[in-house]
């Protein structure tokens, strides 16, 4: 990415000045608005009043006191990049989460500038600060939950040890030139990680969620999927178009699959026009699909021999929302070095990221997922109907059960879904029994028996035969319920 030198940012960046308190995020912010032409907005005036009140007080803010806080600066830089104009905003994110939330609010390129410095200097700043309400007796606590965002992207680090005027200058020249490194004069340098090329191969509804993602934080995203009105949506948000997987492949790094089954994956890879046209050992697969692990091993194995390209399976957990958000689960099977190389990614779309053996590991393990989430969906459903005909609501049910020991982050997310009949689409019926039948395939080569998992993989049968296989898993309470109409 490169911006000529007479067009000092887009004039829809937002760029969010970060650290913990006392860095000069104010100052410093200003001055950068100044030099860009962009306007400012302080962080601290979006606080709620009970989070001043409490910082004020010297109690440190939770998670769920910031995410309101988060999502109403997000909103700011939203706004503003919808109206075609930059913004220059100061906020501690301290956390990668809290990071992430601003880049899903803001839509647009997020680039963060993270003022770094030591303890003792920031110590000496907050005890000379006498109008702000964050006492310096809260330092430990913010130190305690920074997450160096180093290996994140659009990142610029600089040490707050020079002038205001100098760090504006540097950081700000940096972005005149972004994309090639600013030397800094002082202790640190003005760094800045490069986008990802990244093919998104699949445009379906895991797909598309992962290129959004991706677009969103600032990679440069190509697209193939036979489906034009899937792909134009894309292009819409930013992605470009290619004609064929070769051709996403020749123009990008990581190339990720977000496919239905093996034989898609396999047509896909080794086809007319597909990924091994392109293919090269500088290159890395990073198959996001959920196929069965025995056809992982055998496609890997073939594509390196062939071509050199290196395949790492990453099936994945926590559907549309968790991608849109960065908060994937990703169970990964392949090289360690691969499984390295492609954090590149990986590390915009999820925030638990694994290693669990070679090729075809991931995917196993991503079939017992679906075990326990087609369990639970199924047991969800019928807490659902059982609350129902005792007079309970069913959507209090899971405060009433969080942090015991039936507590699942499905419950959480999906009881209140199932209990108001929302059908809207967060994965599909069909997919769920594929992927259970592959489970069932498996556990009959090695010969485990799985009676439970046998019941639940014929409720989606049923399900299917009903007509219900593309629609969302709270289909199950048409069933219940005795209406599959």
């Not at 912010?29 to 032409?37: K, M, P």
């Not at 073939?302 to 071509?307: D, H, P």
């Not at 593309?470 to 289909?475: C, H, I, R, T, V």
């Amino acid at each position: 990415m490169s911006m000529a030198a007479s067009q000092p940012a887009s004039e829809s960046w937002s760029i969010v000045v970060m650290g913990v308190s006392g860095c000069g995020k104010t100052s410093i912010g200003i001055a950068i608005a100044a030099r860009l032409g962009l306007a400012f907005v302080e962080g601290d005036a979006l606080h709620p009043r009970g989070n001043v009140e409490k910082m004020s007080a010297g109690i440190p803010l939770t998670d769920e006191d910031r995410w309101p806080w988060l999502d109403l600066l997000g909103a700011a830089l939203r706004h503003a990049h919808e109206q075609g104009r930059g913004l220059v905003a100061s906020c501690s994110a301290l956390k990668k989460s809290y990071r992430d939330r601003l880049r899903h609010g803001a839509i647009g390129p997020v680039l963060f500038v993270f003022l770094d410095g030591s303890r003792a200097v920031l110590q000496a700043r907050l005890a000379e600060r006498r109008s702000h309400f964050f006492p310096p007796a809260l330092l430990d606590s913010q130190f305690a939950t920074l997450e160096h965002p180093g290996d994140e992207p659009l990142v610029v680090t600089v040490d707050i040890d020079a002038p205001v005027d100098t760090i504006a200058d540097r950081v700000s020249q940096g972005l005149v030139h972004l994309g090639r490194p600013c030397q800094d004069q002082g202790k640190r340098h003005v760094e800045m990680t490069q986008p990802a090329k990244v093919a998104v191969v699949g445009a379906g509804i895991m797909g598309s969620a992962i290129a959004t993602r991706l677009i969103e934080t600032g990679q440069a995203v190509t697209v193939f999927d036979l489906d034009k009105a899937k792909v134009a949506a894309l292009t819409a948000k930013g992605a470009a178009a290619a004609a064929s997987a070769a051709e996403a492949t020749r123009a990008s790094s990581f190339i990720v699959l977000s496919l239905n089954h093996a034989n898609i994956v396999r047509s896909v890879v080794f086809g007319d026009g597909g990924v091994a046209a392109a293919a090269s050992s500088e290159k890395l697969l990073i198959d996001m699909s959920s196929i069965d692990p025995v056809d992982t091993a055998q496609m890997a194995g073939k594509l390196s021999a062939e071509t050199g390209m290196k395949w790492l399976d990453c099936p994945l957990s926590g559907g549309v929302p968790g991608a849109l958000a960065g908060r994937l689960t990703v169970m990964a099977g392949g090289e360690a070095e691969d499984f390295e190389q492609a954090r590149a990614v990986m590390r915009h779309l999820c925030t638990n990221y694994t290693l669990m053996g070679p090729s075809g590991a991931g995917q196993t393990t991503k079939l017992i997922n679906q075990l326990f989430c087609a369990v639970l969906f199924q047991a969800v459903a019928e807490a659902v109907k059982l609350a129902e005909a005792g007079g309970v609501d069913p959507k209090a049910i899971p405060a009433a059960l969080k942090g015991g020991r039936a507590d699942s982050s499905i419950m959480q997310e999906f009881m209140a879904k199932f209990a108001a009949r929302d059908f809207s689409a967060t994965g599909r019926i069909d997919n769920m029994l594929k992927d259970l039948d592959s489970l069932q395939a498996f556990a009959l080569k090695t010969k485990t028996p799985m009676p439970m998992t046998g019941q639940v993989v014929e409720i989606h049968r049923l399900l299917c035969a009903a007509g219900l296989g593309p629609n969302d898993s709270a289909e199950m309470m048409r069933l219940l319920d005795g209406n599959t109409s």
